[in-house]
């Protein structure tokens, strides 16, 4: 009887250890879910897509308190005109003019940071026309007195310079400029150590998925979170474009945990992660 009933306890004890190994694993999970999230807020970001095609091009994305700011660019004549086809080009409509001359005001203004409370800021420029209009580029900042507002490696709180869009002819990012980056896209191959100048990486959101409203299909979550990943790991951001640009993607971003949120509307954007921070920062 007494070989019965320390048989029992023992039993008991069992259940009552593995219970409480349940227990612990569903609040790791819970734990770490509530993590993400968490993360996904701090880290989601507002990139300016096409801004020069706002009312206010920078300026409007930069009281937003936009952290990317996006412009277009083709090298016409030895000058870079801010649009996204050749037949939007006016000569009115340069970078320095449209980008420059207001980053070099809102530096200056704040003692070398573009904001005031030093927030980063990122200015992507997308060269149509190749490594032509890069070099370009990096002549103007170095001899038109620009390099101060890049200068990041002298000052962590410069906005960065990034270049996207036709530099495939580009083979070595090293050999620009230390205040030159590249933004690339995951499908391009790098040789060993140019990651170092590649904070971003960028992809067509139709790699990943077809969604545009709904629910979006867990396997295509599961790309995306792992394109996300496979950025992080290489020390770089992520970003989607060509992705729908409205409230309910937004929160998916958040969700994905996607590094930017691409948007038209940067107003509209920063008021909406606003908001979510509230929300997530409610017990």
């Given amino acids: 009887m007494a ?14 250890t593995a219970r409480r190994k349940t227990c612990c694993c569903m609040l790791a999970v819970i734990l770490c879910a509530a993590l993400a999230a968490s993360s996904a807020h701090g880290r989601s970001l507002i990139h ?14 930069y009281e937003a308190g936009a952290d990317s700011i996006e412009a277009d660019v083709f090298l016409v004549d030895g000058e870079l005109l801010v649009a996204h086809s050749r037949k939007e080009l006016k000569k009115e409509n340069t970078l320095r003019r449209l980008y420059l001359e207001p980053l070099r005001e809102v530096v200056r203004k704040n003692g070398g940071r573009a904001y005031a409370d030093g927030k980063p800021l990122q200015l992507l420029i ?11 580029l990096v002549e103007m900042v170095e001899k038109e007195g620009y390099r101060d507002c ?4 002298n000052n962590h709180s410069a906005t960065r310079l ?3 869009g036709d530099h495939s002819r580009i083979a070595d990012f090293l050999a620009y400029p230390d205040f030159v980056f590249f933004d690339v896209s995951p499908t391009r191959k790098l040789a060993e150590g140019q990651y170092r100048r590649v904070p971003l990486i960028s992809h067509y959101a139709r790699a990943y998925t077809k969604w545009r409203s709904g629910e979006m299909p867990e396997a295509d979550k599961g790309k995306i979170r792992a394109a996300v990943k496979e ?6 951001k992520f970003r989607l474009w060509g992705y ?13 945990g996607l590094d930017y949120i691409n948007t038209d509307r940067p107003a509209a954007a920063a008021a909406f992660l606003r908001e979510s921070s509230r929300g997530a ?3």
Wanted: aromatic share 8%; with cysteine.
């Fill in 150 to 153: 890049f200068d990041i490696v």
């Fill in 244 to 256: 729908p640009d409205n409230p309910e993607a937004w929160r998916l971003a958040l969700e994905l």
């Fill in 281 to 283: 920062d409610t017990p």
């Fill in 48 to 61: 300016s897509h096409n801004d020069y095609a706002q009312k206010r091009p920078f300026w409007g994305a």
């Fill in 126 to 136: 997308d060269l149509k026309n190749g490594k032509p209009a890069l070099d370009r």
């Fill in 162 to 164: 990034t270049a996207t």
């Fill in 231 to 236: 950025a992080h790991a290489k020390g770089c």
């Fill in 3 to 16: 070989e019965m009933v320390e048989k029992e306890e023992k039993r008991m004890r069992a259940d009552r």
